[in-house]
C-alpha cells in the first residue's frame, strides 16, 4: 500500500511539473531598444554632471577662502581669525554633506526615471506569459545557468516597444 501511495505522489508531482512552463527574457536586450531608456540615461547624466558641477563650486570656493585666510592669518587679531576658522569649518562640513546628499538625489532621480520603464517592461512580460501560458519568465542576464525554455525576448520587445511608444505620446 505504502508503495502505491509512494508511486502515486510521484506521479501526481512528474504531472505537476510538466504543466510548468518556462521562459527567459534579455532584459538588458529589451531595454537597450528603447528610446525612452536611453532618454533616461541622458537625463540621468545631465543631473550628475550638474551635481559634480556644483560640488566643485563649492569645492573651489571653500579653497579659495581657506587659501586667503592662510595667508592673512599671520596679520589677523586672535578674534578675528577664529571667527574665520569657525566660518571655514562650516563651509567644510557643507562640502562633507553635500556629497551623500549628492548620490541621495541622484538615486532618486534614477527611480523616478527608470520606474515607468521597468513598470512596461513588467507588463510586457506579463502580457506574452498570458498569452503563451507560462507560469515563469527568468532573466537570462542574472541567471546563473538556464538551458531550454522559451526565449520570449523577441515578443516581449514588440509588446514593450508598443507601450513604450503609447506613454511616449502620452507625455
Known sequence: MKRIVSMLFLVMAFGT???QKIGHVNSQKLL???????EAGKKLEQKKSEEIAKYQTLEKAFQAEYNKL??????????MLEQEQQKLMVKQ???????????RKLQMY???YMEPI?????????IVAERKKINYIFDETVSLYFKGGI????????????????AMKNK
Not at 70 to 79: C, D, Q, S
Open 118 to 126: 521597468l513598470e512596461r517592461t513588467q507588463k510586457a512580460i506579463a
Open 151 to 166: 526565449d520570449c525576448t523577441a515578443e516581449v520587445m514588440t509588446e514593450l516597444l508598443k507601450l513604450d511608444a503609447e
Open 17 to 19: 511539473n510538466a504543466q
Open 110 to 112: 534614477q527611480q523616478q
Open 70 to 79: 592662510m595667508e592673512e592669518a599671520p596679520e589677523m587679531p586672535k578674534l
Open 32 to 38: 537597450d531598444t528603447l528610446s525612452s531608456y536611453k
Open 93 to 103: 562640513q557643507e562640502l562633507e554633506n553635500f556629497e551623500p546628499e549628492m548620490t
